[in-house]
Each structure stands twice: as structure tokens, then as C-alpha cells.
């Protein structure tokens, strides 16, 4: 005996399935080009560094999970328009709508499926992106630093040893045997002596975990500065020491992946969950409110006018004590001054002016710093929330519009598609600029493209739920026709206006007004 649920109807199995086809499809297409996108964006930074296969599919991995809030959009609209497409063109909607089934209800389970999704996916935003963006970030900043592997070329100078200088004239086939070697060797203690060794041949070698490099050179002779690091002069002593042979290894550990501290990076606002988004912004409300405090403070003491700077909880009982300050009434007493006293008192408040005004505007320039941080944390909020609400608002447009174009297939769902993801990213991205920028209000920056995306979405699924074309009539069809039918008329005017112009001279204005316009 089979469970079944008693508000999942056979229609509802039929719409999701036909739905998930299209979705899965789409989302792994779309995962797949955004990553390829990725991986051209930084082969430069990661081909000839020697990075190991496992290191690369890491990267990969953390990637994928920070590519699926742009994946999630475009899939979310292919799919609906595919789905929707297909069930209208084949009248299939016209089946169900005889049977009454309504669109609305046709739309209910996949809406409903929307809005679990649209929760799955504030989870995602909330806890693994956050956490797949830290990895993926500390990852590319240890490739971008990591030095190239270890591969000497010929008749150049290798730099990528900690301390060396390595040139070689010509290596044999074997890739071990070098010829005509030039070493300089810069010491790294207090000294900074340079040592400097050239041999006719020699022997490389790495060892088994390519962290030691075995030079054995032959026929040589080696250059040994003797200068202590205290004393200057022109001419410098140094030691020379030929040799048949010479052994020295190298430690090539500088040229090893290095990790780096996740603690330095983990404070940006792109790799915060929604609790510690609260918790920043908290923590810039203090910090604003502390530089406006000494803001007035610093400002009052400069200016000498008490109370003029006090805080707003202080200002009434100041302002019922000293009804009004002014300026200095009689501006002649200054002019009384001894000339030279008059230039040094004029001098001092010009200075003590430019002093105060620079403390201000330092001051201005500290809190206008904080208030764009706390922007930042206030807009990647707000993302959260909005590309989440976006799963159910792409789902109102992309559905009901598949249901009016009668286009199923992949070829007209994905030009609609490309279109509407083009302007909901455009819509988006210029929000988050303008709230980030303090233009608009960050909560109005980050819900722009919502907002002006929701009444479409509203008018297109109402008119999908009344048109004509669940009968055969198709919208776009119909603007054919209406457009055909305009020009027709159009050319009947203008046939019966050349007509009475040949038949009779005519001084009517709105004759001259129809002869310009063809003209």
C-alpha cells in the first residue's frame, strides 16, 4: 500500500516533473559556463606554478558553491519558460483549463516548490557561502603568491631561490647537466656579503620532495667578499678559492605552497552570515556615534564658545541659559590695535581658523570612512534576503510568460531568458553600487531590482491568467495583426490624399501638413 499525501493531486506530480527536467539541465549548464568563465578569468595566475591536481579541484569545489546565486537566477527563468513553453504549445494548459484547472493552480505546486527553494537558498546564502568564499579566497591568494616550480632556463638569470641568483650557459639533454654556471649568493645576515662562484660544468639534482636542490659544480673558483658591514671603503678585500669540485644543496622550501591566515581575511563583509552582519553593523553604530562625541568635543575646545558642540540631551538646558551668541558688534575696536599687535592677532585667528578646519574635516573624513564600511555590511544584508525573494519573483515572470509565447524547446526560452537575466543583473548590480555609494538608501539599493521586477512579474502572471491565447489566440500574433491593420490604413490615407491633390489645388493647411510629413 503506496502513502500518499492527500493535497498532492496526479496534475501536481505531472507539472513538478516536467518542471525538475528543465531545472536540473539548466543549473548544471549554467554552472558549468559560469565556472568556465571563472577558470579564464585566472589562468594566468595559476598555469606554471606547479600547483597540484587535488589543490586544483579544491578550488574548484569552493568555487562551484560561490557561482550558485548567479547560476540559480537564469535556471529559475530557462526552466519556467521551457516548462510552461512546452505545456502551452503542446495545449496541454488548454486541457487542464477544460477540466478547470485554472493557471494559477497549474502555478501552485511549482510555487510552492519556489518558495522551499527560496528558504534552501537563504540557507546557502546564509552558512555555506560564506564559509565556501573564505576557502576559495585564502586558495587564490596562495596561488597568486606562490612562486613558479623550479626550472632554470638557459643564458637566464633565475631569481625565485631566496638568497640566489642561478644562470647557466647551455643545459644537456639529461636536464641535469649544466654548463658555464654563474652563481651569486647574497647573504642574509647583517653582513649582506655577496659570494659569487662560476665552474665550467656541473651536476642538479633535486631531491625526492623537490624541497632540497643538490648542485654539484667541477673547475671552478668562488668569490668570497671579506667586508665587515660597519666599515666603507672603495676597495673591499675578498677571498678566492678555486676548486675541482664542490657540492652545496639548496633549500627551495620559499618556492612551497604557503597557506595563509584565514583570521586576516575573515572579517570582511562578503564572508559574514546574517548574525555577525548584525553584529558589525552594531559595532560601526558605536564607532560613528563615538566620532561624532569627539567630534564635539574636540570642535568645542578649539572654538572656545561653550555649548555650541554639546549633545542633543544637553542643548536645552544650555540654550535656556544664554539666549544668543554673536559675533563681535563693534568690529572698530580691532582697528584701535597697534599695528603690529593687530597683524599678529589677525595672523594667530586665520591659523587657529585653518587648525580647526583641518581637525574638522580629518573628523568629517573619519566618519564618512565608517558610515561607507557600515554600507557595505548593511548592502550584503539586505543581498541575503532580496536574491533569496528573487527565487519566487523569477518564478512569477518566467512561468505565466512561457504560458503566453507558446514556445517550448530551448531555442526561444533561452533568448527570453538571456534577456530578462541581463536586465535583472543590470537592475541589481546598479542598486548595490548606489547603496553602497550612499546615493540611495542601502535597503533601497539592494531591493531595486525586486521592486521594480514584482509588478511585471504581477501583470504578466494576471494576464497570463485571462488571455485569449489558451484558446489559440496568441498575443504576439495578435500584435501582428493590430500592426498590419494600422499600416494598412495609413497607406489608405495617403493613396486618397494624392488623389485630391491631383484632382485640385487645396490651400487646407492639414493638406500642407501631410505633403511635409511625406516629404
Given amino acids: ?31 558549468f559556463l559560469f565556472l568556465m568563465q571563472f577558470l579564464w578569468k585566472f589562468i594566468d595566475e595559476l598555469v606554471g606554478k606547479g600547483i597540484s591536481f587535488d589543490l586544483l579541484l579544491k578550488l574548484i569545489f569552493f568555487s562551484l558553491a560561490d557561482l550558485v546565486p548567479m547560476a540559480l537566477p537564469l535556471t529559475i527563468m530557462v526552466a519556467g519558460l521551457m516548462t510552461f513553453g512546452n505545456l502551452s504549445e503542446s495545449f496541454e494548459l488548454v486541457a487542464m483549463k ?30 555555506i557561502i560564506p564559509k565556501a568564499k573564505l576557502e576559495q579566497a585564502v586558495m587564490l591568494i596562495d596561488m597568486r603568491q606562490k612562486k613558479p616550480t623550479f626550472n632554470i632556463s638557459e643564458g637566464v638569470f633565475y631569481h625565485q631561490i631566496e638568497g640566489f641568483a642561478i644562470r647557466v650557459g647551455t643545459k644537456e639533454k639529461d636536464n641535469q647537466t649544466l654548463r658555464d654556471v654563474l652563481i651569486y649568493e647574497y647573504k642574509q645576515d647583517d653582513s649582506k656579503r655577496l659570494n ?12 625526492p620532495d623537490h624541497r632540497t636542490l643538490n648542485l654539484t ?15 666603507y671603503s672603495k676597495t673591499q678585500p675578498f677571498n678566492q678559492m678555486f676548486f675541482e669540485k664542490q657540492s652545496m644543496a639548496i633549500d627551495l622550501s620559499s618556492l612551497d605552497f604557503q597557506f595563509t591566515d584565514r583570521d586576516l581575511i575573515a572579517t570582511d563583509y562578503r564572508l559574514q552570515n546574517v548574525s555577525q552582519l548584525f553584529l558589525e553593523i552594531d559595532t560601526f553604530h558605536l564607532k560613528c556615534k563615538k566620532l561624532r562625541d569627539d567630534n564635539s568635543k574636540y570642535l568645542g575646545r578649539y572654538l572656545h564658545v561653550p555649548g555650541l558642540f554639546l549633545l542633543d540631551s544637553q542643548q ?79 518564478f512569477l515572470i518566467s512561468a505565466p510568460l512561457g504560458a503566453i509565447i507558446r514556445k517550448g524547446g530551448i531555442g526561444m526560452p533561452l533568448v527570453i531568458s538571456v534577456l530578462l537575466f541581463v536586465v535583472f543583473y543590470a ?3 546598479t542598486g548595490e553600487k548606489m547603496g553602497k555609494a550612499g546615493i540611495v538608501s542601502v535597503w533601497l539599493g539592494s531591493w531595486l531590482s525586486s521592486m521594480l521586477l514584482l509588478p511585471v512579474g504581477l501583470i504578466i502572471t494576471y494576464r497570463a491568467s485571462i488571455d485569449k491565447s489558451f484558446h489559440g489566440s496568441n498575443p504576439l500574433s495578435n500584435l501582428a495583426a493590430w500592426l498590419k491593420k494600422w499600416i494598412a490604413m495609413a497607406k489608405k490615407l495617403r493613396i486618397g490624399s494624392d488623389n485630391d491633390s491631383n484632382d485640385r489645388p487645396s490651400n487646407n493647411p492639414d493638406s500642407a501638413i501631410q505633403s511635409n510629413l511625406e516629404t
Wanted: charged residues 20%.
Fill in 316 to 394: 536645552g538646558s544650555f540654550q535656556r541659559g544664554h539666549a544668543e551668541y554673536k559675533l563681535l558688534s563693534n568690529k572698530q575696536i580691532i582697528k584701535n590695535f597697534p599695528s603690529q599687535i593687530r597683524q599678529s592677532t589677525i595672523s594667530a585667528a586665520i591659523n587657529h581658523a585653518r587648525s580647526v578646519k583641518s581637525m574638522a574635516e580629518g573628523l568629517t573624513g573619519s566618519l564618512q570612512f565608517e558610515e561607507s564600511e557600515v554600507n557595505l555590511y548593511r548592502s550584503e544584508l539586505h543581498k541575503k534576503f532580496a536574491f533569496s525573494f528573487l527565487v519566487v519573483l523569477l
Fill in 1 to 31: 500500500m503506496r502513502f500518499k499525501l492527500p493535497f498532492i493531486k496526479k496534475v501536481d506530480i505531472l507539472l513538478i516533473r516536467s518542471y525538475i527536467g528543465p531545472f536540473a539541465v539548466t543549473f548544471f549548464l549554467s554552472m
Fill in 98 to 127: 477544460s477540466n478547470g484547472i485554472s493557471l494559477l493552480r497549474a502555478l501552485r505546486p511549482i510555487f510552492l516548490l519556489m518558495c522551499c527553494l527560496a528558504v534552501l537558498n537563504f540557507l546557502f546564502l546564509n552558512y
Fill in 427 to 429: 537592475l541589481n548590480l
Fill in 196 to 207: 659569487v662562484m662560476r665552474a665550467e660544468w656541473g651536476k642538479m639534482l633535486l631531491s
Fill in 217 to 231: 659544480l667541477y673547475n671552478g673558483v668562488r668569490y668570497e667578499e671579506m667586508t665587515n658591514s660597519s666599515e
